[in-house]
């Protein structure tokens, strides 16, 4: 897979792949550890009450309860990298309420506008910037909540996992005809059904149109959709057809392509709780795109949706958002 092809604007996976190769890895760690711990909820400072006034106690409290957590909920930024020779080109966070039962998964544009060490910048510069702890301090700041977890995955580990898993029957929803010999890129499937290897898969799940402008008339939205069930495909794939012969293959892939600060333990009773989720129904797991509207040369995210978005889906807090948590640039 050449460097031009995975920076391509047009061509670059979207989130929900990653989540893909997140949730299946998991899973299939979970198998692997006999001692389970439920994750632990992100440090919350508390502040020292016998050194503040009476007017700053009060003041005090007032922050403790605008973040006091939700039991059982957990946000993770999970973002693609190719080589090392870019920014991050895919970042999605992701809620987990492992109360409700849900899954919730944001897609951050690459292109959002972001104040870095005192600049504005695209938002995937942070990855080049300070690596993924500066993405989540950047990511944060801009949503007003935290982020628990990390984890970094090579976008290669996306044709790696449909390949371990034994390839995907899939509908191919639209006649697919594209040419790009710079990057000696050809796409050709016919509509239908076809059996796809994780070469395959990924020119499928990245087609945007055809040679003539034809294809999906709606580039971005069609993609979109055609992912989201490409990723249902495979998650039904890693249900019915789990093997522990592969479980070492598993393993490699999750070695070679994933970095992350959560624990085995972590990744163990999440990978669980997810499965759970995925197995009752595919519903409990959602996706969207941050709200937002492009301005050249940034996309700017639209506050009121956004925080419309982060209070339904994002937010680990018992209390509500509030513009002033937000922080974005203008």
Request: hydrophobic share 40%; proline share 3%.
């Given at each position: 897979m050449s460097k031009k092809f995975l920076q391509s604007r047009e061509d670059r996976i979207d989130f929900l792949l990653l989540l893909v190769l997140?949730?299946?890895?998991?899973?299939?760690?979970?198998l692997l550890i006999s001692h389970i711990k439920p994750t632990?909820?992100?440090?919350?400072?508390?502040?020292?009450?016998?050194?503040?006034?009476?007017?700053?106690?009060?003041?005090?409290?007032?922050?403790?309860?605008?973040?006091?957590?939700?039991?059982?909920?957990?946000?993770?930024?999970?973002?693609?990298?190719?080589?090392?020779?870019?920014?991050?080109?895919?970042?999605?966070?992701?809620?987990?309420?492992?109360?409700?039962?849900?899954?919730?998964?944001?897609?951050?544009p690459r292109d959002s506008k972001a104040i870095i060490n005192g600049k504005a910048h695209?938002?995937?510069?942070?990855?080049?910037?300070?690596?993924?702890?500066?993405?989540?301090?950047?990511?944060?700041?801009q949503l007003g909540i935290p982020v628990d977890y990390t984890v970094l995955i090579n976008l290669k580990g996306f044709q790696a996992l449909v390949d371990a898993i034994g390839g995907i029957d899939f509908y191919v929803p639209v006649d697919m005809d594209y040419d790009d010999p710079v990057q000696n890129l050809e796409i050709h499937f016919s509509k239908g059904t076809q059996h796809l290897n994780g070469s395959q898969a990924l020119k499928v799940v990245r087609f945007r149109h055809n040679n003539d402008g034809t294809g999906y008339g709606s580039e971005d939205i069609g993609r979109m959709e055609t992912q989201q069930k490409f990723l249902k495909a495979v998650v039904k794939k890693m249900i019915s057809s789990f093997s522990?012969?592969?479980?070492?293959?598993?393993?490699?892939?999750?070695?070679?392509?994933?970095?992350?600060?959560?624990?085995?333990?972590?990744?163990?009773?999440?990978?669980?709780?997810?499965?759970?989720?995925?197995?009752?129904?595919?519903?409990?797991?959602?996706?969207?795109?941050?709200?937002?509207q492009w301005k050249s040369p940034y996309i700017y995210l639209k506050q009121d949706e956004l925080l419309d978005l982060v209070n339904t889906h994002l937010n680990p807090y018992v209390e509500d958002r509030v513009a002033e948590d937000l922080n974005l640039p203008q």
């Amino acid at each position: 897979m050449s460097k031009k092809f995975l920076q391509s604007r047009e061509d670059r996976i979207d989130f929900l792949l990653l989540l893909v190769l997140f949730a299946l890895i998991a899973c299939i760690v979970s198998l692997l550890i006999s001692h389970i711990k439920p994750t632990q909820k992100a440090d919350i400072p508390i502040v020292s009450e016998d050194l503040l006034s009476e007017e700053d106690q009060a003041a005090a409290e007032a922050l403790r309860s605008h973040r006091e957590r939700k039991d059982g909920f957990y946000t993770i930024l999970i973002s693609g990298v190719d080589d090392g020779n870019g920014g991050s080109d895919t970042n999605i966070l992701v809620a987990v309420d492992t109360v409700s039962g849900h899954v919730y998964g944001a897609s951050i544009p690459r292109d959002s506008k972001a104040i870095i060490n005192g600049k504005a910048h695209k938002i995937n510069y942070a990855y080049n910037s300070g690596g993924m702890s500066k993405l989540s301090e950047v990511v944060s700041d801009q949503l007003g909540i935290p982020v628990d977890y990390t984890v970094l995955i090579n976008l290669k580990g996306f044709q790696a996992l449909v390949d371990a898993i034994g390839g995907i029957d899939f509908y191919v929803p639209v006649d697919m005809d594209y040419d790009d010999p710079v990057q000696n890129l050809e796409i050709h499937f016919s509509k239908g059904t076809q059996h796809l290897n994780g070469s395959q898969a990924l020119k499928v799940v990245r087609f945007r149109h055809n040679n003539d402008g034809t294809g999906y008339g709606s580039e971005d939205i069609g993609r979109m959709e055609t992912q989201q069930k490409f990723l249902k495909a495979v998650v039904k794939k890693m249900i019915s057809s789990f093997s522990v012969s592969k479980i070492d293959d598993y393993a490699k892939l999750f070695n070679a392509y994933v970095e992350t600060d959560l624990t085995a333990g972590n990744i163990a009773w999440l990978g669980g709780e997810v499965f759970a989720m995925a197995v009752k129904s595919m519903d409990n797991i959602e996706f969207s795109t941050l709200p937002n509207q492009w301005k050249s040369p940034y996309i700017y995210l639209k506050q009121d949706e956004l925080l419309d978005l982060v209070n339904t889906h994002l937010n680990p807090y018992v209390e509500d958002r509030v513009a002033e948590d937000l922080n974005l640039p203008q």
